[in-house]
């Protein structure tokens, strides 16, 4: 377990030492040697200030922890430690060192939703991180507006999904375990964990073989749909041979059976995405497809002959949201 010095732990957690002095004073603080704090110290500072700076006096948080109505050992879990330390440096110092416009390097904290920082700020350490990606990017001429559009999307993309995490978390586990009358040792308990776990094995066994199924035929997956994911290929015949393989991928791995559809045509790409009546066509085919099926439309068929597949016809079949009839067409290997 890393200990930091009182100076150590001001640093990391962005305060003056008096402040982390006043902090043991009150007993809201209480290092395990004379001088000897932990990481969950430093992180109880960062919260101590904020909730200082939301109004609540310091002499009232101590007599609530002092009470036992407040409690703050919740910040040891090693869950914890995903929230990042101080670095050593400021904004302004880096752009200063690498030569990344402070613009930039201000933009890393705005873009995933948080104020936009001071010049003189302290970087954070998961930030630091970015530097070296941005580094590379200028050094070799990227134009500042085009890293610009990529933070952005990449943050909000980080955001939303920080978000909807937390949400998630909120409504389903703390709320009814608190209604439920447990403390915060009990929300997450060892069996909840280990089946998160387990889903988290799944979809990492789906996101490879999603990959390994799309890359060698030339395609790549778009965005994750709820249990479902879109991908892009150049062509057709390829986009079919890989569905197929993706289908039997599936089945292999003991997940439920995938149903796949496929159509060609124009396409609109904007920030990572596609859009278009040909992508709204595929989705709607998909959802007609039945378990272990790959439907293509009539335009994907006549694309991909020559390499081996096999189309049996199904016949014209009425899409949500696409008026008239589509002829479709079950694809399998030959």
Do not use: C
Request: hydrophobic share 45%; glycine share 10%; proline share 5%.
């Amino acid at each position: 377990m890393a200990a930091y010095s009182r100076v150590e732990t001001a640093g990391r957690a962005g305060v003056d030492t008096a402040y982390v002095e006043r902090l043991v004073d009150l007993g809201i603080l209480a290092p395990s040697g004379e001088d000897q704090f932990s990481a969950g110290d430093v992180r109880r500072v960062v919260m101590v200030q904020a909730l200082e700076g939301a109004g609540i006096p310091l002499d009232g948080l101590a007599a609530a922890l002092r009470s036992g109505a407040l409690s703050l050992a919740f910040m040891d879990a090693a869950s914890y430690e995903r929230f990042a330390a101080l670095a050593g440096e400021t904004f302004q110092q880096v752009s200063d060192r690498t030569g990344i416009p402070l613009h930039l390097l201000l933009l890393v904290r705005e873009a995933i939703g948080s104020a936009q920082p001071s010049p003189g700020d302290r970087m954070r350490e998961d930030e630091m991180a970015i530097v070296p990606f941005l580094e590379i990017q200028i050094a070799h001429g990227f134009r500042p507006i085009a890293i610009e559009r990529l933070m952005r999307v990449q943050g909000d993309s980080l955001r939303r999904m920080a978000e909807t995490e937390a949400a998630w978390w909120n409504s389903e586990v703390v709320m009814p375990a608190l209604a439920a009358g447990k403390g915060p040792e009990e929300i997450a308990n060892v069996d909840f964990s280990d089946e998160l776990n387990t889903l988290a094995e799944l979809a990492g066994t789906l996101a490879r073989l999603v990959q390994r199924s799309s890359l060698p035929y030339g395609g790549k997956p778009i965005k994750w749909l709820g249990d479902g994911v879109m991908f892009h290929f150049r062509d057709p015949g390829p986009g079919v041979q890989a569905a197929l393989e993706m289908r039997d991928g599936v089945a292999s791995a003991g997940l439920p059976p995938a149903h796949v559809g496929l159509h060609t045509g124009p396409v609109l790409f904007q920030e990572g995405d596609y859009y278009g009546q040909t992508v709204n066509v595929a989705a709607r085919i998909a959802d007609v497809a039945r378990p272990g099926e790959v439907l293509v439309s009539e335009a994907v068929a006549d694309a991909s002959q020559g390499i081996g597949l096999v189309f049996q016809d199904i016949g014209p079949v009425e899409l949500k949201g696409v008026s008239g009839a589509m002829h479709l067409l079950s694809a399998r290997q030959a």
